[in-house]
């Protein structure tokens, strides 16, 4: 995998792009932060006490359930009948005193043109927390979660269109920055310009080993370990916004 070069980026690629989208955990915020182990070890104890089953067999169906059904949540839905809100509650109520405001990334985000959205398989309360608490809530349009996707997850192709829907958008117009590579997959072939966000220093996040699998392939544009760097680049080199038409 081969880091963008900021000097080597051209604005090019995103030169048609109007609306701007990303992904919420470890794509906003450094992964080490850690607020997905949080979650994820969450999600172990409410399938534990759930099922009445030890520990590590909870984590077991979790993740078997979040590999064959996009998120552990639907999984769980579909073959236990569980009801979303509570586990969404249970699940994203993390401590979030680690992070800290990025005003970097957010004049990043804010200098970019068009229009800007947060696409995630968590809670919009979630996102609404961290986007506070990264002082960049101001800057996006809307969130688009779980929900409002009616629990179909990325990295379905059904749950990309069912987004792009709900917003009006033009795939072709559209650039999506994520951490997992599977989750471009569909983008990419919708049109998308894509863009890989990754750990400082290639540093490996608490993941599944199979969450890494597609970072080589070519549906990924863009790889970057600085998002806010990688925005700023890309914001400065593009063309002005038209100016409007005197009444």
């Not at 080597?8 to 607020?35: I, K």
């Given at each position: 995998?081969?880091?963008?070069?900021?000097?080597?980026?051209?604005?090019?690629?995103?030169?048609?792009?109007?609306?701007?989208?990303?992904?919420?955990?470890?794509?906003?915020?450094?992964?080490?932060?850690?607020?997905?182990?949080q979650i994820d070890a969450r999600m172990k104890a409410y399938i534990s006490n759930l099922l009445g089953i030890a520990p590590e067999e909870a984590f077991r169906i979790q993740k078997d359930y979040y590999r064959r059904y996009g998120t552990s949540l639907r999984g769980l839905m579909i073959e236990h009948g569980v009801e979303p809100a509570a586990f969404l509650a249970?699940?994203?109520?993390?401590?979030?005193?680690?992070?800290?405001?990025?005003?970097?990334?957010?004049?990043?985000?804010?200098?970019?043109?068009?229009?800007?959205?947060?696409?995630?398989?968590?809670?919009?309360?979630?996102?609404?927390?961290?986007?506070?608490?990264?002082?960049?809530?101001?800057?996006?349009?809307?969130?688009?979660?779980?929900?409002?996707?009616?629990?179909?997850?990325?990295?379905?192709?059904?749950?990309?269109?069912?987004?792009?829907?709900?917003?009006?958008?033009?795939?072709?117009?559209?650039?999506?920055?994520?951490?997992?590579?599977?989750?471009?997959?569909?983008?990419?072939?919708?049109?998308?310009?894509?863009?890989?966000?990754?750990?400082?220093?290639?540093?490996?996040?608490?993941?599944?080993?199979?969450?890494?699998?597609?970072?080589?392939?070519?549906?990924?544009?863009?790889?970057?370990?600085?998002?806010?760097?990688?925005?700023?680049?890309?914001?400065?080199?593009?063309?002005?916004?038209?100016?409007?038409?005197?009444?």
């Open positions: 995998m081969i880091l963008s070069s900021p000097a080597a980026l051209s604005s090019a690629a995103f030169e048609a792009v109007d609306t701007w989208v990303f992904d919420l955990d470890n794509t906003l915020y450094p992964a080490q932060h850690d607020l997905w182990g249970h699940v994203h109520d993390v401590d979030l005193s680690t992070l800290d405001a990025s005003p970097r990334l957010a004049a990043a985000i804010e200098a970019l043109p068009g229009q800007k959205l947060v696409y995630t398989n968590g809670s919009e309360r979630h996102a609404r927390n961290v986007l506070e608490k990264l002082g960049m809530d101001a800057h996006f349009t809307a969130v688009h979660d779980i929900v409002a996707a009616e629990f179909h997850p990325k990295p379905t192709e059904e749950a990309y269109e069912r987004f792009l829907r709900a917003h009006g958008v033009e795939a072709t117009r559209a650039a999506m920055f994520e951490d997992l590579a599977r989750n471009l997959e569909v983008p990419h072939r919708l049109g998308m310009v894509t863009v890989l966000v990754v750990p400082p220093g290639q540093t490996v996040a608490a993941r599944e080993s199979w969450e890494f699998e597609g970072r080589e392939d070519a549906y990924v544009n863009h790889v970057t370990e600085d998002l806010a760097g990688f925005l700023e680049t890309v914001a400065r080199d593009l063309p002005p916004p038209p100016a409007a038409d005197p009444e």
